[in-house]
C-alpha cells in the first residue's frame, strides 16, 4: 500500500496527535476520516485482488498440465501476497515435480506450508494452556508408523457375562470322571441251556 504526500503528512500528523494529545481543528478532523476512508478502501480492493487471484488459480490449477506456465505464474503471485499453499498446490506440484521451476515451487511451498502448520499448533497450544512442544506433520507421521498396533483379546465372560441365561449344567459327573465299564458288564456271559432229562427219568417221575 502506497501513500500520496499529502496523506502521508495527514498520518504523520495523526501519530504526533495520537503521542501527544491536543485539541484538532475541524480540517484536520476531516483529514483524518478521509485518510481512514481511503486505507479501508484500499483493505477492500485488496480483498477482492486476492479473491479473484486465488479463484484464477483454482482454475489454472484444475487445467493442469496443460495450464502448466500459468498455474506456476499465478501460484508464485499468491505466495508473494502471503498465501498459505493448500493440500490441492502441494499435490499438484509433486505431480509436476519433473519440471524445474514445479520442483522449486514445491520446495517453497513446503516450507511454507510447514511453518504454517507449526503456528497453527502453536496457537492451539497457547489457547489451551499446554507447554507441550507441538509435533511437526513429519514427526506425527514417523510416530504413528512406529506405534504398535492393537491387538484384539478375547475377554472371559463373553455373552454369559452381560446377563444372558446360562444352560443348565450336565447331571452326573464328568464325563473324564466316570468310570470306564468292563466288557463283562456291558455284555453279560449268556447263560448255558440246561439239557433235558433222558426218557427213563421221565417215565420213572
Do not use: W
Not at 521451476?101 to 497450544?125: D, G, H
Amino acid at each position: 500500500m502506497a501513500f500520496s504526500a499529502d496523506e502521508l503528512r495527514v498520518l504523520r500528523g495523526a501519530l504526533a496527535i495520537a503521542l501527544h494529545p491536543a485539541p484538532l481543528q475541524d480540517e484536520d478532523v476531516q483529514d483524518c476520516l478521509r485518510l481512514a476512508e481511503s486505507v479501508d478502501e484500499a483493505v477492500r480492493e485488496a480483498g477482492r485482488l486476492r479473491a479473484f487471484l486465488l479463484a484464477d488459480l483454482a482454475r489454472y490449477r484444475e487445467a493442469l498440465p496443460g495450464s502448466l506456465a500459468g498455474y506456476l505464474g499465478l501460484l508464485r503471485d499468491a505466495l508473494t501476497a502471503g498465501y498459505d499453499p493448500g493440500v490441492d498446490d502441494l499435490a499438484a506440484l509433486r505431480a509436476l515435480r519433473a519440471n524445474p521451476a514445479a520442483a522449486e515451487l514445491l520446495a517453497r511451498c513446503q516450507i511454507l506450508a510447514e511453518r504454517s502448520v507449526r503456528a497453527r499448533l502453536a496457537r492451539v497450544s497457547q489457547a489451551t494452556g499446554s507447554t507441550a512442544p507441538a509435533a511437526t506433520p513429519v514427526a506425527a507421521g514417523v510416530g504413528a508408523a512406529l506405534a504398535p498396533r492393537a491387538r484384539l483379546l478375547a475377554l472371559p465372560g463373553g455373552r454369559a457375562a452381560a446377563g444372558e441365561p446360562k444352560p443348565n449344567p450336565p447331571s452326573g459327573p464328568p464325563p473324564g470322571d466316570r468310570p470306564v465299564p468292563k466288557p463283562s458288564e456291558v455284555f453279560p456271559p449268556r447263560r448255558r441251556p440246561v439239557p433235558p432229562p433222558p426218557p427213563e427219568e421221565r417215565v420213572a417221575g
